[in-house]
């Protein structure tokens, strides 16, 4: 290897934007998990409660594309929420029953939802007010869903 391209190595972390955003989401979903960790339950799945519950009804399938998560994702965190009671399954639509929220997953998300705060509002301070819409924006870039 020359030295044009063990310098360009030693830069890619640097420059990687895939290694940065892993590092961030990592960073920020570590501080969410924190607090959320006294009811048993992760960032990750709060997100997938959160989603149900504002549509009523999901399929697995569906939850994965609004998200933008692998299918295997939202099934190794939906077995654990179904387990809990946080989840259940609705009337058979075709071969599929849809996910649904029940009392005990609303009650949840009524719980946890100031600790979520909390941790949103200190994030929000430390990496000032437009890094979420930076984020945002990056996300519907990347989709290709961008406006006009």
């Known amino acids: 290897m020359d030295s044009d391209q063990t310098k360009d190595l030693r830069s890619l972390p640097g420059r990687c934007l895939a290694l940065k955003a892993r590092r961030v989401s990592r960073l920020i979903t570590r501080r969410f998990d924190d607090a959320l960790r006294p009811w048993g339950i992760r960032s990750t799945q709060m997100h997938l409660l959160v989603a149900v519950a504002g549509c009523g009804e999901l399929t697995q399938a569906d ?45 949840l998300l009524k719980q946890i939802l100031p600790a979520w705060e909390g941790v949103q509002q200190q994030l929000e301070l430390e990496l000032g007010p437009a890094a979420g819409d930076a984020l945002g924006a990056a996300g519907t870039a990347l989709r290709g869903d961008a406006p006009g």
Do not use: H, M
């Open 63 to 107: 939850l994965a594309r609004l998200l933008d998560l692998e299918r295997s994702a939202v099934s190794r965190n939906v077995g654990p929420l179904l387990d809990a009671g946080w989840l259940g399954r609705g009337r058979a639509v075709g071969k599929r029953r849809p996910l649904v929220i029940t009392t005990a997953g609303t009650g």
